[in-house]
Structures are given as C-alpha cells and as structure tokens.
C-alpha cells in the first residue's frame, strides 16, 4: 500500500517511520512559531497526502513532548479524510506553565494510517441489550489495590 505525498514547501520533511516496526509517521513543523501557556496553534507541515483508498490519517500526540513539555495534539486524534488534498496542519496546544517555541525541523505529531469501515445507518426503536446497559464514566469501578485505584 503507497501513502503519495506532494511537499508544498521546499522545507517540507517527508514523514518517515523512526523504526521499521513503528505505527506512526513523523510529522515535522516547517513553522517557526510559540505557543503560549494555555493556548494553542496550527502548526503547519508544508505536505499534502494522496491516501489509499479506504483509509484515512489520525495525527496523534507525540509522547515525548506531551511527557517534557505538556504538548498535545488538540483535537486527538485529529482525522485526515481519504478525500483531503489540502495541507497538513496540527493543532498543538500547551497544557504546561511556559511559552514553548515550536522550531522549523521538529517532529511535532505522528501519522498513523489506518481503515475505515463504512456502515449503512438504520434508525431503530430499541436496541439489544446487554449486560453493560447504560453504565458509563466509571460505572464499572476501580482495581482496588492498584495504582489505577488513585485516579
């Protein structure tokens, strides 16, 4: 299966995958720009993609930068429709107390591509029941005596 990339901008860095058995694409900012505490920013990628049919894009957080310097992809995942031939951008936001600077070169998110599955919609009077029913935001409970039990 072949991802077909246009670089839009001569900085543009191909996205590659770091190891071979990696799931995401690095994504580099040709963007030279801050982020401050709180707020957020489209960061721009100077790519346009050509994906496979049936597929589509999620631009996913990178860990190290979320873990370092509270950096996360805004609207995670963020979804890239197999139809878009427009820029690739990401929406970073700093969740930390101080400016971050995003440099032209930084690997700022990951690309991973995955596939969709098309359903036919049927609106329906009940649906089947099940042992969960409605239980949700933490009906199930916690591990007690775990460090899950904290949260």
């Known amino acids: 299966m072949k991802l077909k990339i246009l670089k839009l901008n001569e900085s543009a860095i191909i996205p590659q995958y770091e190891h071979p058995n990696d799931s995401g694409l690095d994504l580099i ?3 030279e720009l801050e982020i401050p505490p709180g707020e957020s920013r489209l960061v721009c990628t100077g790519i346009s993609i050509d994906l496979p049919q049936g597929t589509e894009a999620q631009i996913r957080p990178r860990s190290g930068l979320a873990l370092n310097h509270q950096i996360t992809v805004l609207n995670t995942p963020g979804t890239v429709d197999e ?5 690739i951008g990401v929406i970073l936001i700093n969740h ?3 400016l971050f600077k ?3 070169g930084m690997k700022i998110a990951q690309m991973v591509i995955t596939p969709v599955i098309h ?3 049927e609106e329906v009077d009940k649906l089947s029941h099940t042992s969960r029913g409605t239980g949700g935001f933490g009906s ?6 775990s460090k899950l039990a904290d949260y």
């Open 96 to 98: 930390s107390k101080n």
């Open 29 to 31: 900012s040709v963007d």
């Open 102 to 104: 995003v440099k032209k």
């Open 119 to 121: 359903v036919e919609v």
């Open 83 to 87: 139809g878009y031939r427009g820029e």
């Open 140 to 145: 199930t409970g916690i591990i007690a005596n």
